[in-house]
């Protein structure tokens, strides 16, 4: 039989929830996550690794698991599985997705109260009865309240890291299935603009016979439900929730389909205006004359050029200023993934991450990188596994060991380290002396006043090894919103102290934002783009973090993990 790994993904991730819930031992649950995130990044195919008796070899999956993996395998799940999902209603399960709600909540309010799902939950909080069950409080109860509101504003939009993937595989297959009828293939809307979340796909084909092409389309196997069906347009709804727009056009207006479907809509009104200006008319199949002669529409570059622009990337379509740069030829020269030399945001397994800094090593080579910044967290922060100092130390050496065997290749001795509650630092300085990247970053008291934690991001950033700034507004989609923090008085000390600041890549984070990094740029500081990954896969979210740069009109020269190792290391001995 054959399963899907991203189905045995699911179920472990699943299991994990139901034992949180149950209470079980949290040793068994992270066992659950971890195998899931180990299958998740697995550098090849699951059931071959499984039968070639390889995936003992793999960190993260313990001799238990690669036994349940093994039933999966056989008979499709897992008995322990099947009676827990009896056991459990999905909506109590779902109650975990809400923001402030723990396993322990969860657990309360429904063997307690009963509660089955997040109706149920809402009126609950709504009549104002949570506050009074033990051990929760009038804050606790708005806060779960405000955590209710965050989740159904993200259920409706998905990560864009979580989407291009599918997408990907989405836009394989028809072309697989349909490859003698397509022409030209794209995404258009906010997933080609590269925002951070996405409503749904929009794809674009062009061919001479649409309605063959749709019947294909709605034919394949990760369709669940025709929500629509005609003879150029379709809506489907994926296994996981997708929805998929796909509109099928004629070749000699691909350019113009391609151009209005991207949008986004407050550039498509600005640029059907200008069109209107110049007597004129823009539309999804060209642009045309008022005698009805069509100028442009096989290209989207034919589009922007009649109308006297230079090519405007997708990234820029949001009307943040694109018009007037395309006008006088002034449009950046955004950057490209290719331009990336380094990452230097890395956790490796000394804290919560599951990789040895080798196997970090050998994937950043891969990837042409010429360096890396080691940057494990900081001593206090429990939750990440901090290093002690001495930990630290012993690191610091063993990179010196490993650097002296690298050519062309140099590993950064850095850290994450935390701000703690007073603005000051998680190791002295004697030790921060000794890094060649001292990140700073906040992971605790959120929910302190905006003038608390703005003064605190600025006393650290006031510390002369302070380099880079983490995740600056710390926001994590769909679950937590940013801090409440003065970002004009961080960008200015940034711009004093010469403090960089992080595009982190992490697909919930994407932090800085666009708009920030806007802003940053216009003040002239520079910024750095990092993975902060926990696992050597993630360093290809690398390309995330470059979208989002490039809605923020970044180009290679603002960025400083673009310069070559030699470059960077003149850099970090100035400071
Ligand atoms: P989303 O899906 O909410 O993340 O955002 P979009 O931008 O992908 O929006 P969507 O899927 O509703 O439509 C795709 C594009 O089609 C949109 O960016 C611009 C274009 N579009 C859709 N409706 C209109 C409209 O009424 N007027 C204009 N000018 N353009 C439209
Ligand atoms: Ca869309
Ligand atoms: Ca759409």
């Given at each position: 039989?054959?399963?899907?790994?991203?189905r045995i993904?699911q179920l472990?991730?699943?299991?994990a929830?139901?034992l949180?819930?149950?209470?079980?031992?949290?040793?068994?649950i992270?066992?659950y996550?971890?195998?899931?995130?180990?299958?998740?990044?697995?550098p090849?195919?699951l059931?071959?690794l499984?039968?070639?008796?390889?995936?003992?070899n793999?960190?993260g999956?313990g001799?238990?698991?690669?036994?349940k993996?093994?039933?999966?395998l056989h008979?499709?799940?897992?008995?322990?599985?099947?009676?827990?999902?009896?056991e459990?209603?999905?909506?109590?399960v779902?109650?975990?997705?809400?923001?402030?709600?723990?396993?322990?909540?969860?657990?309360?309010l429904y063997?307690k109260?009963?509660?089955?799902n997040?109706?149920?939950?809402?009126?609950?909080?709504n009549?104002?009865?949570?506050?009074?069950?033990?051990?929760?409080?009038?804050?606790t109860?708005?806060?779960?309240?405000r955590?209710i509101?965050?989740?159904k504003?993200?259920?409706?939009r998905?990560?864009?890291?979580?989407?291009?993937p599918?997408?990907?595989?989405v836009m394989?297959?028809?072309?697989?299935?349909?490859?003698?009828?397509?022409?030209?293939?794209?995404?258009?809307?906010?997933?080609r603009?590269?925002?951070?979340?996405?409503?749904?796909?929009?794809?674009?084909v062009?061919?001479?016979?649409?309605?063959?092409?749709?019947?294909?389309f709605?034919?394949?196997?990760?369709?669940k439900?025709?929500?629509?069906?005609?003879?150029t347009?379709s809506?489907?709804?994926?296994h996981?929730?997708?929805q998929?727009d796909?509109?099928?056009v004629?070749?000699?207006?691909f350019?113009?389909?391609?151009?209005?479907?991207?949008?986004?809509?407050?550039?498509?009104?600005?640029?059907?205006e200008r069109?209107i200006k110049r007597?004129?008319?823009?539309?999804?199949?060209?642009?045309?004359t008022?005698?009805?002669?069509?100028?442009a529409?096989?290209?989207?570059?034919?589009?922007y050029r009649?109308?006297?622009?230079s090519?405007i990337?997708p990234?820029?379509?949001?009307n943040?200023?694109?018009f007037?740069?395309?006008?006088?030829?002034?449009?950046?020269?955004?950057?490209?993934?290719?331009?990336?030399?380094?990452?230097l945001?890395?956790?490796?397994?000394?804290?919560d991450?599951?990789?040895?800094i080798?196997?970090?090593?050998?994937k950043?080579?891969?990837?042409n990188?010429?360096?890396?910044?080691?940057?494990?967290?900081?001593?206090?922060?429990?939750?990440?596994?901090?290093?002690?100092?001495e930990?630290?130390?012993s690191?610091?050496?063993?990179?010196?060991?490993i650097?002296s065997?690298?050519k062309?290749?140099?590993?950064?001795?850095?850290?994450?380290?935390?701000?703690l509650?007073?603005?000051?630092?998680?190791?002295p300085?004697?030790?921060?002396?000794?890094?060649?990247?001292v990140i700073?970053?906040?992971?605790?008291?959120?929910?302190?006043?905006?003038?608390?934690i703005?003064?605190?991001?600025i006393?650290?950033m006031?510390?002369?090894?302070a380099?880079?700034?983490?995740?600056?507004?710390?926001?994590?989609?769909?679950?937590?919103e940013?801090?409440?923090?003065?970002?004009?008085k961080?960008?200015?000390?940034?711009?004093?102290?010469?403090i960089w600041?992080?595009?982190?890549?992490?697909?919930?984070?994407?932090d800085?934002t666009d708009?920030?990094?806007?802003?940053?740029?216009?003040r002239?500081?520079?910024?750095?783009?990092?993975t902060d990954?926990?696992?050597?896969e993630?360093?290809?979210?690398?390309?995330?973090?470059?979208?989002?740069?490039?809605?923020?009109?970044l180009?290679?020269?603002?960025?400083?993990?673009?310069?070559?190792?030699?470059e960077?290391?003149?850099?970090?001995?100035?400071?």
């Open positions: 039989m054959k399963v899907d790994s991203r993904c472990f991730r699943e299991m929830d139901f949180s819930i149950k209470g079980e031992n949290p040793f068994r992270r066992a996550e971890k195998a899931a995130e180990a299958i998740e990044h697995l090849g195919d059931e071959n499984y039968k070639k008796g390889e995936l003992k793999i960190p999956i001799k238990g698991m690669i036994e993996i093994g039933t999966i008979t499709g799940t897992l008995p322990a599985y099947e009676e827990l999902k009896k459990i209603p999905r909506g109590v779902e109650l975990l997705s809400i923001p402030e709600m723990g396993p322990k909540t969860v657990k309360l063997e109260v009963g509660i089955k997040i109706e149920d939950l809402e009126k609950f909080v009549s104002q009865k949570l506050r009074h069950l033990p051990g929760m409080g009038a804050k109860e708005e806060n779960i309240k955590g509101e965050l989740y504003a993200s259920r409706s998905i990560l864009l890291g979580k989407a291009l599918m997408v990907k595989e394989e297959e028809l072309k697989k299935k349909a490859s003698s009828l397509i022409e030209r293939i794209s995404t258009a809307g906010s997933l603009r590269g925002k951070e979340t996405i409503g749904d796909v929009d794809i674009l062009s061919s001479r016979k649409p309605s063959l092409v749709i019947d294909s709605v034919e394949l196997p990760f369709v439900d025709v929500l629509a069906k005609g003879e347009k809506s489907i709804l994926t996981q929730g997708l998929i796909l509109r099928v004629e070749p000699d207006s350019g113009a389909a391609l151009q209005y479907f991207t949008g986004s809509k407050s550039h498509n009104i600005v640029l059907r069109a007597g004129l008319k823009i539309n999804e199949y060209g642009v045309f008022e005698k009805g002669e069509k100028k529409g096989e290209t989207e570059e034919g589009i009649y109308l006297d622009l090519y990337p990234e820029l379509r949001e943040r200023g694109e007037e740069a395309a006008e006088r030829g002034k449009l950046p020269h955004l950057i490209e993934e290719r331009e990336i030399k380094g990452d945001h890395i956790h490796t397994e000394a804290s991450g599951s990789n040895s080798e196997e970090l090593i050998e950043a080579r891969e990837k990188y010429e360096y890396i910044g080691i940057t494990d967290h900081s001593s206090s922060l429990r939750v990440g596994r901090g290093l002690s100092r930990a630290l130390l690191q610091i050496k063993k990179i010196e060991r650097n065997h690298l062309g290749f140099q590993v950064l001795k850095g850290s994450e380290v935390d701000i509650k007073d603005g000051t630092l998680d190791y300085d004697e030790i921060l002396r000794r890094l060649d990247i700073i970053a906040l992971h605790t008291g959120f929910k302190q006043d905006r003038e608390t703005t003064n605190r991001i006393k650290a006031q510390n002369p090894y380099q880079i700034l983490a995740h600056p507004t710390g926001r994590l989609l769909g679950e937590r940013a801090y409440s923090l003065n970002m004009e961080v960008l200015e000390v940034a711009k004093d102290r010469g600041l992080e595009i982190n890549a992490q697909p919930q984070r994407l800085l708009v920030w990094i806007m802003e940053a740029k216009k002239g500081i520079k910024l750095v783009i990092n990954a926990h696992h050597k993630g360093l290809d979210m690398i390309s995330l973090g470059v979208i989002t740069a490039r809605r923020g009109w180009e290679k020269k603002d960025v400083i993990n673009t310069l070559t190792l030699n960077l290391s003149k850099l970090l001995c100035k400071k």
